[in-house]
């Protein structure tokens, strides 16, 4: 039976094929260290430097599902149906940002932080509560800032040094500038709307 990767290899042109490990290489580096998983010889990131930002990332998930949590929960008014609809769908949201994070940082050797002492701490965004639903809203469009910036600085100090980490931090930028947009709208529509009438 043909192997397809040796297909592969031999049809690479000749300055790709120079980037290519041999095959026996590969065999012998993933029989070394083989306790620690998924971080091979060839990993080139400082993994205690990325675990420490991931459970930063990690404890700034955490805060923001609670504080959206309580916003759902305390929300009220005439646009309170819209903003709790939104609140609930950012929890789920930010809830499986903090999975994958804490599955990375167990994937590179590392511990999650989970503990709720000092967590706000740890947390990039802050734990506030805001007291009208227009407060609340604010407070959570001021931590989605404060995170898309954290995420974008991430990013950068990741590089190519560990692709897997920086894909997973760019699905959570994204998601984060989707959260951010959404609760522009819910603030901004209505005003700008009324203006426009009075205009």
Not at 1 to 14: E, I, L
Not at 58 to 78: D, F
Not at 169 to 174: C, R, T, W
């Amino acid at each position: 039976m043909d192997n397809p990767t040796s297909d592969v290899r031999a049809a690479a042109p000749t300055g790709d094929r120079n980037v290519l490990t041999d095959v026996k290489v590969l065999r012998e580096r993933a029989r070394q260290h083989v306790e620690r998983g998924a971080v091979t010889t060839d990993y080139e990131a400082d993994r205690n430097a990325i675990i420490s930002l991931l459970n930063e990332g990690l404890a700034t998930e955490l805060v923001c599902v609670l504080r959206y949590k309580r916003h759902y929960y305390m929300a009220q008014g005439p646009h309170a149906s819209a903003a709790k609809e939104e609140f609930a769908e950012h929890a789920k949201d930010e809830l499986e940002h903090a999975d994958r994070i804490a599955e990375r940082i167990v994937q590179l050797g590392g511990i999650p932080d989970f503990s709720p002492d000092g967590l706000s701490d740890r947390s990039h965004a802050e734990y506030a509560e805001g007291h009208s639903l227009r407060d609340m809203m604010q407070e959570d469009l001021v931590a989605e800032r404060i995170a898309i910036e954290s995420y974008r600085e991430m990013i950068l100090f990741v590089g190519d040094r560990d692709p897997t980490t920086r894909r997973m931090l760019e699905d959570i930028l994204a998601k984060e500038e989707e959260h951010a947009d959404d609760i522009t709208n819910l603030m901004f529509v209505d005003t700008n709307a009324a203006s426009v009438r009075n205009g």
